[in-house]
T-cell receptor, first 109, second 115 residues
Framework: GQNIDQPTEMTATEGAIVQINCTYQ??????LFWYQQHAGEAPTFLSY????GLEEKGRFSSFLSRSKGYSYLLLKELQMKDSASYLCAVRDGDYKLSFGAGTTVTVRA | ETGVTQTPRHLVMGMTNKKSLKCEQHLGHNAMYWYKQSAKKPLELMFV???????ENNSVPSRFSPECPNSSHLFLHLHTLQPEDSALYLC??????????????FGPGTRLTVT
């Protein structure tokens, strides 16, 4: 099984940077995903890492270290619309995703 | 319609009722999933279907019964539920089960309340 940990809540100011950490323990790692979920809406895909290193996508970047069982999602130039829950998910095998409980990010003006 | 749709969006049912949740994907995907999302808890995978065949049944109580009549539609039939079954039920789809960078696309969910 999986054990995925991420902070419950984070608060930051508009225009700032926030880093959401995710640690995991897995029997068979086959990729790590980050999803964004606004209240009452569907989770939407943000990023995918399977090799060590940093993947950058506009204001969002995701980092992976497989040897440390660690990932982070970096949100830059925060906007009010970035207030949401961010879900870390680890894939074990071909398709099975195990999710963390999510980190609620609140962006303040 | 685009993406993954779910109906109804909200459902209140008594413990003796029978109801069904419906999911439809318009993405041409071959795999579909049911997840349960309870407050402050991780998404829990319930069922996985690939090309209309069930490939995962994650120790889910028999009061939840899935049905996948074709690769675009997925149902979750509910009967004699318990109050602890109240949660957001999310449907997702993916191109297949081959892994790689293929992400799962989620529907908006059905908010279920069992009274």
């Amino acid at each position: 099984g999986q054990n995925i940990d991420q902070p419950t809540e984070m608060t930051a100011t508009e225009g700032a940077i926030v880093q959401i950490n995710c640690t995991y323990q897995t029997s068979g790692f086959n990729g790590l995903f980050w999803y964004q979920q606004h209240a009452g809406e569907a989770p939407t895909f943000l990023s995918y890492n399977v090799l060590d290193g940093l993947e950058e996508k506009g204001r969002f970047s995701s980092f992976l270290s497989r040897s440390k069982g660690y990932s982070y999602l970096l949100l830059k130039e925060l906007q009010m619309k970035d207030s949401a829950s961010y879900l870390c998910a680890v894939r074990d095998g071909d398709y099975k995703l195990s999710f963390g409980a999510g980190t609620t990010v609140t962006v303040r003006a | 319609e685009t993406g993954v749709t779910q109906t109804p969006r909200h459902l209140v049912m008594g413990m003796t009722n029978k109801k069904s949740l419906k999911c439809e994907q318009h993405l041409g995907h071959n795999a579909m999933y049911w997840y349960k999302q309870s407050a402050k808890k991780p998404l829990e995978l319930m069922f996985v279907y690939s090309l209309e065949e069930r490939v995962e049944n994650n120790s889910v109580p028999s009061r939840f019964s899935p049905e996948c009549p074709n690769s675009s539609h997925l149902f979750l039939h509910l009967h004699t539920l318990q109050p602890e079954d109240s949660a957001l039920y999310l449907c997702a789809s993916s191109p297949g089960l081959a892994g790689g960078a293929d992400e799962q696309y989620f529907g908006p969910g059905t908010r279920l309340t069992v009274t």
